[in-house]
């Protein structure tokens, strides 16, 4: 098992890559081993020390030959990023591509952001799929998952009817910051800076010109040929 120190730094490692990963899928592997890695640094954490046995010169129980259990080992998980689905307005549908599974052996967790599911004991192996950012709120206590003989389906049920564009959260980066409403320009700025950070080449050298004008008096006469 990895040491404590080894952990955290894998963990801030990972964490950096999360904060610069776009790719949904990307994102999601990366969020998936994060938990991983993050619940192996608690149980190092909290795993108790074993205690030595105490001798006493008048023992009258028999003494047991069977080996020391030690403690429940961590249990890896291989992440499941490939699923389709599908979706009407009141549920949507994940199709994971996954035979063996038992019923029994699932562990399901369901909140009204999003959903992580384990499979235990398939093949000698653990598999687990989780969104921890859904894009848009479920009902917990509805959603379900249904053990097909080649599959495995997920059942969410949408808390408000419609059309979800993804399963993931997005942030729409281009929407101005409510909070700034009172100050036009800080909006401005923070819209540029956005377009700036989606654009291509031209897009940026046509920004860059425009921040350096707009500093020196002349944003008027920049901005004019400005896509």
């Known amino acids: 098992m990895a040491s404590s120190e080894e952990l955290a730094l894998d963990l801030e490692e990972l964490k950096q890559l999360e904060s610069i990963a ?43 030959n069977a080996p020391n259990v030690g403690p429940n080992p961590v249990l890896n998980y291989v992440p499941l990023g490939s699923f389709s689905w599908d979706q009407d307005s009141d549920q949507l549908k994940i199709y994971i591509p996954l035979e063996g599974v038992d019923q029994e052996k699932l562990e399901t967790e369901f909140k009204p952001n999003s959903f992580d599911i384990k499979f235990h004991g398939i093949q000698g192996k653990n598999y687990r799929c989780a969104i ?33 564009l993804d399963l993931h959260f997005k942030e729409d980066k281009l929407k101005p910051n409510l909070d700034k409403e009172r100050d036009p320009m800080a909006g401005i700025m923070d819209l540029m800076k956005n377009m700036y950070e989606e654009g291509d080449e031209e897009m940026k050298r046509t920004i860059a010109k425009a921040w350096t004008d707009a500093r020196s008096g002349k944003a008027s006469d920049s901005l004019k040929g400005f896509p």
């Open 22 to 64: 776009k790719r949904p899928r990307v994102v999601s592997l990366i969020s998936n081993e994060i938990q991983n890695l993050e619940k192996l640094s608690i149980d190092a954490a909290s795993a108790p020390a074993l205690q030595p046995p105490v001798s006493t010169a008048c023992a009258s129980t028999p003494i047991s």
């Open 132 to 164: 921890p950012k859904l894009n848009k709120e479920i009902v917990p206590e509805k959603s379900k998952v249904v053990v097909k003989p080649k599959r495995v389906i997920v059942t969410l049920i949408k808390a408000s009817k419609g059309n979800w």
